[in-house]
């Protein structure tokens, strides 16, 4: 065990040296990130190589050839940017929006084919491959989605019936997941592919793509939290990331990008769990993540928290962050007003840092004003806009989700305390 757990000593140390301000400095290639991006004069296209994350504010439109990337390349467009908007019901998660499965017709003959197909085609452990086994092996993975593009209508009910039957935790349940959710991306294909991803076996998994999906579902309304119990007991559970200077994600930031993705209310039990677990070798980290949610189930579950076998100081840490916590001060003549912040926080949401940029222009210490004009009604906004951010899974979203977090303590315990 860990001398009083590391990661929430980062954490907390997070918390008391981050900023917006600090954040905007030194993200701005994340807020404008197209170095990665060129353009293709060959093809009139811009193009990303493939194995790169797709940089905020584009999307994929379809693949192609590209001598820069040595084969194929995805083709990315900008993303439509939209106004953000004052609406209060906007700001709440639509729990409305149905997963049931699509009603599609399935051609037996044309399954049966298919199935082979996969066979074939998946008969190998990423793990074991060397160098030119990869590219040989990447080769028939092109064809095998190109072919189902080609024949969308009949095949994707057929690749949808494969993953759901499927129960061998091999390569297929990462990569056929991901071909559903290219040709289908409802809410069923998402859906599915949660459930694919967290059965599947990490070995040889591109560990950076594994995690950021897993975030990006999360912030989307799925329940992940079986993605970050197993991220935690994956034992080559590290990365660099492939962009932002190659920094290094380990287990509690892995399991903090998935689990602070998603919705707290359905991270909260898992975490509490995990944290309650005697011989868990990450329970410190699941608690550290927990005492960071700053919502009235959190402040419940912390009080439930087992203090036998963590180090020395954790009860008092937990008894102090309940009962009197350093909280951030509001300024007396706040420089921002409220709606400049939702504005700005709603943008965060939908994917836009503009209006959140203008503002710590303006203020960079907007914390405090914050604290100084929010309301308890604000308080689902804040949240949502934290999960974006730190959906984004670098380390430029950490330090925004450490002052998210000094927000929400801030709002959240005087709400609970009623002071």
């Given at each position: 065990?860990?001398?009083?757990?590391?990661?929430?000593?980062?954490?907390?140390?997070?918390?008391?040296?981050?900023?917006?301000?600090?954040?905007?400095?030194s993200?701005?290639?994340?807020?404008?990130?197209?170095?990665?991006?060129?353009?293709?004069?060959?093809?009139?296209?811009?193009?990303?190589?493939?194995?790169?994350?797709?940089?905020?504010?584009?999307?994929?439109?379809?693949?192609?050839?590209?001598?820069?990337?040595?084969g194929?390349?995805?083709i990315?467009?900008?993303?439509?940017?939209?106004?953000?908007?004052?609406?209060?019901v906007?700001?709440?998660r639509?729990?409305?929006?149905?997963v049931?499965?699509?009603?599609?017709?399935?051609?037996?003959?044309?399954?049966?084919?298919?199935?082979?197909t996969?066979?074939?085609t998946?008969?190998?452990?990423?793990?074991?491959?060397?160098?030119?086994?990869?590219?040989?092996?990447?080769?028939?993975?092109?064809?095998f989605?190109?072919?189902?593009?080609?024949?969308r209508?009949?095949l994707?009910?057929?690749?949808?019936?494969?993953?759901r039957?499927?129960?061998s935790g091999?390569f297929?349940?990462?990569?056929?997941s991901?071909?559903?959710?290219?040709?289908?991306?409802?809410?069923?294909?998402?859906?599915?592919?949660v459930?694919k991803?967290?059965?599947?076996?990490?070995?040889?998994?591109?560990?950076?793509?594994?995690?950021?999906?897993?975030?990006?579902?999360?912030?989307?309304?799925?329940?992940?939290?079986?993605?970050?119990?197993?991220?935690?007991?994956?034992?080559?559970a590290?990365?660099?990331?492939?962009?932002?200077?190659?920094?290094?994600?380990?287990?509690?930031?892995?399991?903090?990008?998935?689990?602070?993705?998603?919705?707290?209310d359905?991270?909260?039990p898992?975490?509490?769990?995990?944290?309650?677990?005697?011989g868990?070798?990450?329970?410190?980290?699941?608690?550290?993540?927990?005492?960071?949610?700053a919502?009235?189930?959190?402040?419940?579950?912390?009080?439930?928290?087992?203090?036998?076998?963590?180090?020395?100081?954790?009860?008092?840490?937990?008894?102090?962050?309940?009962?009197?916590?350093?909280?951030?001060?509001?300024?007396?003549?706040?420089?921002?007003?409220?709606?400049?912040?939702?504005?700005?926080?709603?943008?965060?949401?939908?994917?836009?840092?503009?209006?959140?940029?203008?503002?710590?222009?303006?203020?960079?210490?907007?914390?405090?004003?914050?604290v100084?004009?929010?309301?308890?009604?604000?308080i689902?906004?804040?949240?949502?806009?934290?999960?974006?951010?730190?959906?984004?899974?670098?380390?430029h979203?950490?330090?925004?989700?450490a002052?998210?977090?000094?927000?929400?303590?801030?709002?959240?315990?005087?709400?609970?305390?009623?002071?």
């Open positions: 065990m860990r001398i009083l757990n590391a990661s929430l000593l980062t954490f907390l140390c997070l918390l008391s040296t981050s900023g917006f301000a600090q954040s905007r400095t993200s701005n290639s994340q807020l404008f990130p197209t170095a990665s991006v060129t353009f293709d004069p060959q093809t009139g296209y811009n193009v990303l190589c493939k194995g790169v994350q797709v940089p905020e504010g584009y999307a994929l439109a379809g693949e192609t050839l590209s001598k820069r990337c040595q194929t390349a995805w990315v467009k900008r993303k439509a940017r939209r106004q953000p908007v004052l609406d209060p906007n700001w709440r639509d729990e409305s929006v149905s049931a499965e699509p009603k599609e017709v399935l051609n037996a003959a044309l399954c049966d084919t298919f199935q082979k996969i066979r074939n998946y008969n190998f452990n990423p793990a074991r491959l060397n160098e030119a086994q990869v590219k040989a092996e990447s080769a028939k993975l092109d064809v989605w190109s072919q189902v593009r080609a024949s209508a009949g994707v009910p057929c690749l949808r019936e494969a993953l039957e499927d129960t091999g297929f349940a990462i990569d056929g991901m071909l559903l959710v290219d040709q289908d991306p409802s809410r069923a294909s998402k859906a599915l592919q459930r991803f967290i059965e599947a076996n990490l070995d040889g998994t591109d560990l950076e793509y594994w995690v950021n999906t897993m975030a990006r579902r999360g912030v989307e309304g799925f329940d992940t939290s079986g993605a970050g119990a197993k991220w935690f007991l994956y034992p080559k590290k990365y660099n990331l492939s962009l932002h200077g190659g920094f290094p994600v380990d287990s509690f930031l892995g399991a903090l990008f998935i689990f602070g993705s998603m919705d707290e359905l991270a909260t898992v975490l509490l769990r995990i944290a309650n677990q005697l868990h070798p990450h329970r410190d980290d699941a608690l550290a993540i927990l005492m960071s949610q919502t009235p189930a959190s402040l419940h579950a912390l009080k439930q928290v087992n203090p036998a076998g963590f180090p020395p100081g954790t009860g008092q840490s937990i008894r102090e962050l309940l009962e009197n916590p350093k909280l951030l001060k509001a300024r007396a003549h706040p420089k921002l007003t409220r709606e400049e912040q939702m504005i700005a926080f709603q943008g965060i949401v939908d994917g836009d840092y503009t209006a959140f940029r203008e503002m710590v222009m303006k203020a960079p210490d907007g914390e405090v004003d914050a100084a004009t929010l309301l308890p009604e604000d689902p906004l804040v949240r949502r806009a934290r999960r974006a951010s730190i959906s984004r899974c670098n380390q979203a950490l330090s925004d989700y002052s998210f977090t000094k927000i929400l303590w801030a709002l959240t315990w005087k709400s609970e305390s009623g002071k």
